[in-house]
């Protein structure tokens, strides 16, 4: 289905053309990062791209949906033509960093002498019982650099990028002789997250690299990264998996969810499992079938529920990511009705029936009406980001600017 996303861009387009079994982690972005950390510096705290009660992607031993991307890299290992720079790209939560992590743990693993694995090895599996397993897992080895967001101690949150000074740890890592005769490492997950000057900072070490230094970048959206740092880097896409996979994964992670349940979770992460484990761990479910069984009453909306609503994203531990779910969980919905209106034949099946019967009433009419309650909502999510707009006003702003788009649609 093609991507129907908010903004002044897409509308304007759209104007013109009217073996191994284990658990899989994956990541996502936007609501869907870590969870926030608690109020403390304490070491436990989560990685930025971690979902709790799942494993990390260093830490995963198996790889779902991408087994050709991984026998063409075992393949290329074995072959001895292995380039310098990798740039794993695709939509996020789909896998890519575990698999940057299982080459990874080849990479350290083999010294060179294709006798331990053997040189017809297909995949890059590596015993979970090895040191370099448990050491990757760690981020422990000596041998990888792992360059991601780094933990605020003044906000107690992740930085929302990766900083200049993170990417610098590289002179330090390159200018010391690799341990235990065998290959250096560098992860950026992701490099979507490095700043204008951080990607500067990567592009003398691409350019240069010491011998037998191999750099694996993760990417959402490639086409942000500089030029020169997609030209230096081979570039392997991966694809969204498919359905039953999806599935499998989000089951395998979160066996308390039954097949509707992850079901319903995928289609509101666009079939990404590592979004949906992050919408799951959130009770993202619960939230959006609130928010519908507000919405399906539009244009009248009761101001007792509204106002209920609202008020669970001012107060309370939970109330700043709470929000940020809203708004997520209100974009896809407004993505869903653009896109059902623009190409009815191509609509996926609604998440929940309450959705259907809205879509019905609603898709189809007043197209400019639902593209710029996007547009809108983009711009009052990142003020209330940027200037601390209260939360509550917000969500009733947003509520109220549902209600008004719904009744010109209905008219």
Known sequence: MPDHRCGPRRRARLGQHRGRSGRLSCRARDFMKAPSPAATDAPERPAPDEVAETLHPSANPSLTGHARAERFLAATLAGGSLHHAWLFAGPPGIGKAT????????????????????????????????????????????????????????TKKYRSGILVDDVRQLTGFLGQRANRRGRRVVIVDAADDLTGQAENALLKPLEEPPADTIFLLISHQPGALLPTIRSRCRRLDLRSLSPDDAQAVVQRQSPELDAEQASVLLSLSEQSPGAALRLHQADGIVLYREMISLFTKAPAIPREAAQKLAASMERGADAERRFALFCALFEGLLRRLIATSVVPENAVLPPDPGEGRLAERLAGRGLDQWFDLCDNLQRLRERTETVNLNRKAVTLTLVSAFEDAARKAAA
């Not at 990479?107 to 990757?136: I, K, R």
């Open 99 to 154: 698999l940057a992590y299982r080459f990874a743990r080849r990479l350290l693993s083999d010294t060179h002498d294709a006798g331990f694995f053997g040189a017809q090895s297909e995949d890059l599996f590596v015993d979970p019982d090895t040191a370099v397993f448990a050491q990757v897992a760690s981020g422990s080895h000596p041998n990888l650099l792992r360059l991601r967001r780094q933990w605020d101690f003044k």
